[in-house]
């Protein structure tokens, strides 16, 4: 961040940790590198998203969480979408994020690394329930078991014995767990069966000590969803257990799988947390249809701050250039319901309704005969699925060649225009042209 003039405004939580944090050391590097720095309080739940939101208001470029988790996970939900970069100066207890980027516990040399960082933008997860209660979490949203922990923990206690205070919540919730059915919506692929938990990742660590979502990257566009069905408690311990000893959810009693859709359906109110904080449901949000949590990515919604010696694992997406070449599939269910006809409109009727789409959109990555994109003008996650009469063009070259059965002419990154319709599920387009943008630096070319 050396590059810019930096004006930062660091939100501190006094009630954070053991104690607070004592920025005098941090103010000192951040001051003698340049910064213009102002500090402000966190003084009750929820401020630090309104500091945030002002932060960005008043022209800062970077907001500084110097709390914990659940401080920087207010700033989030004030950030979203604005060109302002998030840091971190570890205060809290667990620190999940700061251990998940390599930033030092010691504030001195964690100021040191953000006056080094480098900026790199990242997904932001968003959960809605009955499409109320919509909040954004960063590393992870959990359901069930792990939200009961959460709500268990003693805040004071916490404060005075660290991590062991969850330690604690969790065996007292286990007698209570319970296991329930429900129905799972992954990116119109559909799962049933009865679950304890759910804990749906954009990152990878799990409360300081494990991994539930081992896999999961922070910039493709996508979250992991690990779904625990432990269905005794004394599965659950032995699920605690694996947890604490491999540091990964036992395999006999979890799936784990990854969508830019998740809609879990469950006949009873489950607890909900995000990136630790209970997000208060009671009774009145059972419908009819049951409980509908969504949860959704927001590609690249955000920038943080990342230290130059953070080895990247979070931000590896899918190597498509080491990938076998891809087999022509059969067609997909939507090509199928368009060849005999929608609505009484034959699939040639449809073709002639397809539109061009105006926003431009960035591939994240290629499936078989899907690519998952995110919208260049705000993040959203659309699919776009890929059928036997979809052709693409690259931008300047009049030819055009089919697609179907060789989506790796296509990278992650690419900038793409998409003719299509919509199929009628919510984020999809079914294909019929795909125009390829030519990179930025052919662009310049081109002009020059």
């Given at each position: 961040?050396s590059?810019?003039?930096?004006?930062a405004?660091?939100?501190?939580n006094?009630?954070s940790?053991?104690?607070?944090?004592?920025?005098?050391e941090?103010?000192?590097v951040?001051?003698?590198?340049?910064?213009?720095?102002?500090v402000?309080?966190?003084?009750?739940?929820?401020?630090?998203?309104?500091?945030?939101?002002?932060?960005v208001e008043q022209?800062?470029?970077?907001?500084?969480?110097?709390?914990?988790?659940?401080?920087?996970s207010?700033?989030?939900?004030?950030?979203?979408?604005?060109?302002?970069?998030?840091?971190?100066?570890?205060?809290?207890?667990?620190?999940?994020w700061?251990?998940?980027?390599?930033i030092?516990?010691?504030l001195?040399?964690?100021?040191?690394?953000?006056?080094?960082?480098?900026r790199?933008?990242?997904?932001?997860?968003?959960?809605?329930?009955?499409?109320?209660?919509?909040?954004?979490?960063?590393?992870?949203?959990?359901?069930?078991?792990?939200?009961?922990?959460?709500?268990?923990?003693?805040?004071?206690?916490?404060?005075?014995?660290?991590?062991?205070?969850?330690?604690?919540?969790?065996?007292?919730?286990?007698?209570?767990?319970?296991?329930?059915?429900?129905?799972?919506?992954l990116?119109?692929?559909?799962?049933?069966?009865?679950?304890?938990?759910?804990?749906?990742?954009?990152?990878?660590?799990?409360g300081?000590?494990?991994?539930?979502?081992?896999?999961a990257?922070?910039?493709d566009?996508?979250?992991?969803?690990?779904?625990?069905?432990?269905?005794t408690?004394?599965?659950?311990?032995?699920?605690?257990?694996?947890?604490?000893?491999?540091?990964?959810?036992?395999?006999?009693?979890?799936?784990?799988y990854?969508?830019?859709?998740?809609?879990?359906?469950?006949?009873?109110?489950?607890?909900?947390?995000?990136?630790?904080?209970?997000?208060?449901?009671?009774?009145?949000?059972?419908?009819?249809?049951?409980?509908?949590?969504?949860?959704?990515p927001?590609?690249?919604?955000?920038s943080?701050?990342?230290?130059?010696?953070?080895?990247?694992?979070?931000?590896?997406?899918?190597?498509?250039?080491?990938?076998?070449?891809?087999?022509?599939?059969?067609?997909?269910?939507?090509q199928?319901?368009?060849?005999?006809?929608?609505?009484?409109?034959t699939?040639a009727?449809?073709?002639?309704?397809?539109?061009?789409?105006?926003?431009?959109?960035?591939?994240?990555?290629?499936g078989?005969?899907?690519?998952?994109?995110?919208?260049?003008?705000?993040g959203?996650?659309?699919?776009?699925?890929?059928?036997?009469?979809?052709?693409?063009?690259?931008?300047?070259?009049?030819?055009?060649?089919?697609?179907?059965?060789g989506?790796?002419?296509?990278?992650?990154?690419?900038?793409?225009?998409v003719?299509?319709?919509?199929?009628?599920?919510?984020?999809?387009?079914?294909?019929?042209?795909?125009?390829?943008e030519?990179?930025?630096?052919?662009?310049?070319?081109?002009?020059s």
């Amino acid at each position: 961040m050396s590059d810019r003039f930096v004006r930062a405004c660091l939100i501190t939580n006094p009630k954070s940790g053991r104690g607070g944090v004592d920025l005098s050391e941090a103010l000192t590097v951040l001051q003698a590198n340049g910064w213009d720095v102002t500090v402000r309080q966190k003084l009750k739940g929820g401020m630090a998203e309104k500091l945030a939101r002002e932060a960005v208001e008043q022209g800062y470029n970077v907001v500084v969480d110097c709390g914990g988790d659940g401080t920087l996970s207010e700033i989030i939900n004030g950030v979203v979408g604005a060109d302002i970069a998030v840091g971190t100066l570890p205060g809290g207890t667990a620190n999940v994020w700061a251990h998940e980027m390599g930033i030092s516990q010691e504030l001195r040399r964690a100021a040191m690394q953000l006056v080094t960082a480098t900026r790199r933008r990242v997904d932001v997860g968003h959960v809605d329930v009955n499409g109320k209660h919509g909040a954004y979490f960063l590393m992870m949203a959990g359901i069930g078991l792990d939200a009961a922990v959460m709500s268990r923990v003693n805040k004071k206690l916490k404060n005075r014995i660290g991590k062991l205070a969850i330690g604690l919540a969790a065996l007292e919730s286990l007698p209570d767990a319970r296991v329930v059915p429900v129905q799972i919506d992954l990116d119109g692929s559909h799962w049933q069966g009865k679950v304890s938990q759910i804990v749906v990742g954009n990152t990878r660590r799990y409360g300081g000590f494990a991994s539930m979502t081992p896999d999961a990257y922070a910039n493709d566009g996508q979250l992991d969803a690990c779904l625990v069905t432990a269905a005794t408690p004394f599965a659950g311990i032995k699920q605690l257990a694996s947890l604490a000893v491999r540091g990964r959810p036992n395999p006999r009693s979890s799936e784990v799988y990854r969508a830019a859709s998740i809609v879990v359906r469950s006949p009873i109110v489950l607890s909900l947390e995000t990136d630790g904080g209970v997000i208060d449901l009671d009774d009145d949000d059972l419908t009819p249809d049951g409980v509908i949590y969504t949860f959704r990515p927001v590609a690249q919604g955000i920038s943080v701050l990342v230290p130059r010696t953070y080895l990247g694992d979070l931000f590896e997406p899918a190597t498509l250039g080491t990938r076998a070449p891809l087999a022509p599939l059969k067609p997909v269910r939507n090509q199928q319901a368009l060849d005999k006809g929608v609505g009484g409109r034959t699939g040639a009727d449809l073709r002639k309704r397809a539109k061009w789409f105006k926003q431009r959109y960035q591939i994240i990555t290629v499936g078989g005969d899907t690519i998952t994109a995110a919208r260049e003008k705000d993040g959203k996650v659309v699919k776009i699925v890929v059928t036997p009469d979809t052709t693409l063009k690259e931008l300047g070259d009049g030819k055009e060649k089919p697609l179907w059965g060789g989506l790796t002419a296509l990278s992650a990154e690419d900038i793409v225009r998409v003719k299509g319709v919509k199929d009628g599920t919510k984020g999809t387009i079914v294909a019929y042209r795909v125009k390829r943008e030519p990179s930025a630096s052919l662009r310049a070319l081109h002009v020059s």
